[in-house]
């Protein structure tokens, strides 16, 4: 019963870390809508907390190394997918910005930045499928930094 | 001064209209040929397509030549005996285009003849070119190609086609569109809900590569522009992209990541057998055949930010082509394998299509719209097409290899994108 306190604390703490981390994140980009989590944390329940983990990581622009940010929320996926064998499929893409066949391998190499760290953390690689759409599906469409922001992202699905 | 020169030219964009395409001139080369083109005499019904319309615009396109049209005309000859040299004159006509067309058993001929106007003599001898009802369309293409070789001496491309893709939002959808140079006569290739990218002729026009989704994940698939007959080259775990024809039409350059990181790979369309071309842990892709298929070009992060390189095959001696700008992707080689032509962009600076001289290094930049790529050069060496973007929309523009003109084609109902410029045929 302690332990599954102490248990519970902990996992509490990771995303709580993970969550000011996004708050964080969100402040660097002001321009853009919504990288998924709200800045103001709430504090009650903390029993429903994995499922609030965010399912997009972000990328810098022409970068596929993962940011602090994006770190929190694998961490976060890693504990919940560690010892599951939950099919998991890594989206990658890119911004508009550049050429289409560079964007596809960068949102490669983006999915595989996330993959290789759920590996790290003992995720099994068998679970975990790596596709790039590079810019063909934006979720943002404008052409300001504002949309590519919200587009150089890995899904979670 | 030159400065204030450039942006008249710049403003003065002109539109030029035919049968359903208009082409518009945005920045045109400073003393272009004028011709006068008459309407092409017939005394039959109305035809479905207007011959010195298209020849008109297929001139204008070429960014060389300013065509006159019939309603600024002062006099109209049918033959070189009715010609009064000095209506032309007036009219700043350098050279006359005039023609007819008869009619027999459903077989439409139209002959032809070219005068300078300036020497007050014929250039061009009657020329009788011949076709079906569907073929009016060559026809004046076929026409335009002799007029234009006959006044630059530069082997014309009007004949020639494109293949392009064609992408539709809610619900997505993305069409492989082949059409004439102009835009004309689209016919749908392929079609599907996943998108579909990298179209490439194969060096002797008769089939296309290009990568689909439609299985959920990228693949390489080539396709006969006659039959519709399809064939899947590449089905591996990772990227299938980019594929790219060696100039004998035996073997695919493509990316892969089957080994995990994105490399260039090639492939042998006999016998299947796959050839890895680079190993460095960065991206490697967007291959691009020398002339003579003794190397490849390609983009890669090597060297942090996207540039471009060039492997010969045989050694595998790896070398930097490109210096300027902190952009350079995508790579396409100008038939006379002189010039690199790239996506280029420079701190601070939009992504424009640049022209790299392979032996000095030194570029010039082609265009200067925002969002510029996927050059593709016409098989005369004088033109390029690409993709660019004009109020959210995605169109086609096309531009001299010597950056004196740009011109935009007319938008389609969907975003047009990645066009690819067959040989000649």
Known sequence: MITKAIKQGLTFAVVMA????????????????????TTTPVVQEAAPVVQEVANVVYFEFNKYDLTPEARAILLAHA??????????RLEGHASEEGSREYNMALGEKRAKSARDFLVLQGVKAASLETVSYGEERPVATGHDEASYTQNRRVEIK | MKHFLLLITMCMASYVSAQGANIIIDKGVDNPTRIAVDNFYYTGPKLSEDIGEIIRNDLNFSGLFESIPPERLITHP????????HDFKTIKAEYLLIGGITEQAGRYSASYELFDVIQQKRVLMKITVDGSDSQLRDIAHKISDKVFETLTNIRGIFSTKIIYVEAFQRPARSRLMLSDVDGARPRQLFESKQPILS???SPDGTRVAYVSFESSRPAIYVQSIATGRKEQITNFKGLNGAPAWSPDGQKLAMVLSKD??????????ATRAFTRVTNMYAIDTEPSWTIDGTGIFFTSDRGVRPQIYKVTLATGITERVTFDGDYNARGRVSPD???????????????QIAAQDLKSGNIRILTETNYDESPTIAPNGAMLMYATNIGGKGILGAASLDAKYKVRLPGKQGDVREPAWSPFF
Not at chain 1, 79 to 88: F, N, Q, R, T, Y
């Open chain 1, 18 to 37: 993970f969550l000011v981390g996004c708050s964080s994140a969100s402040d660097k980009k002001k321009t853009t809508a919504a990288p998924a989590q």
């Open chain 1, 79 to 88: 504990e919940k997918l560690k010892g599951s064998s939950v099919a998991v």
């Open chain 2, 78 to 85: 049918r033959t070189e005996s009715e010609i009064r040299y």
């Open chain 2, 199 to 201: 179209p490439v002729w």
């Open chain 2, 260 to 269: 995990d990181n994105p490399e260039i790979y090639t492939v042998d369309l």
């Open chain 2, 337 to 351: 394998g002189k010039s690199l032509v790239m996506v280029n962009k420079r701190p601070g600076g939009n992504y």
